[in-house]
């Protein structure tokens, strides 16, 4: 599994392995498991901060949080990845606000149990938050080593689906922390037969943000 805490050193290998091993190109694919429509806004707050992602046409995202912004055209995945077959950036070019590494995708599970456990992995960074019916929103911020100058900013966008559905109740869920405007996302969805590229790696034990873990060590 790519691990969800970063710092420095993470962040640039992930990512560079990542670019090599599953990327196809900063375009749609007919199998892409996305989250965003064209025009769909995403306000998502976590103990990290705001951020809102706007979708635009194709694999376009923009993303604008407290004094930083950044529009991406991401890269659609070729192999399932860490349970993902969305859109990705491994954060490869910098700008003056710093880099940002990006997901966002479908999620499938056989259970709430095995979707709080996949959250607990890297929560004690990512801090993830999420409403009732599934939407993920996770934000970290990381200040590199002298290899890699500048913020690295962390993004994800996840829908849970579990048996090929958005769940209704989900323990820990706070429907106020996520926003969503202009558009909706399909209550309904069976993961696409595609090849694995990184299995899926659960935690320990269920993710709760009223008691999340007290350190990195603990994920």
């Not at 809102?52 to 993303?63: E, Q």
């Not at 950044?70 to 659609?76: N, P, V």
């Not at 710093?98 to 996949?118: I, K, N, T």
């Not at 849970?160 to 202009?182: C, F, H, Q």
């Amino acid at each position: 599994m790519l691990q969800r805490t970063f710092n420095a050193s993470q962040v640039l290998l992930a990512g560079l392995f990542v670019f090599m091993m599953g990327c196809s190109g900063r375009y749609l694919e007919p199998y892409s498991e996305v989250v965003m429509s064209p025009g769909m806004r995403i306000e998502g707050t976590n103990p990290n901060g705001t951020v809102v992602v706007t979708a635009g046409d194709g694999t376009l995202r923009s993303y604008e949080g407290d004094g930083w912004e950044k529009s991406i055209r991401l890269i659609s995945r070729v192999t399932r990845w860490d349970g993902s077959l969305g859109l990705y950036d491994p954060a490869g070019s910098s700008s003056p606000f710093g880099r940002v590494l990006v997901e966002e995708g479908r999620l499938h599970f056989s259970s709430v149990d095995q979707a709080m456990r996949y959250l607990y992995v890297g929560s004690f960074d990512t801090k993830p938050v999420f409403t009732n019916n599934g939407l993920v929103f996770t934000y970290s911020i990381a200040k590199p080593r002298e290899s890699w100058q500048g913020t690295v900013r962390a993004v994800e966008i996840w829908q849970l689906y579990i048996n090929g559905k958005r769940p209704t109740s989900l323990p820990g869920a706070d429907d106020r922390a996520i926003e969503v405007s202009r558009g909706s996302i399909p209550d309904l969805s069976q993961p696409y037969p595609a090849p694995v590229g990184n299995y899926m790696v659960l935690g320990h034990k269920p993710y709760d943000p009223r008691n999340p873990p007290k350190s990195a060590f603990d994920d």
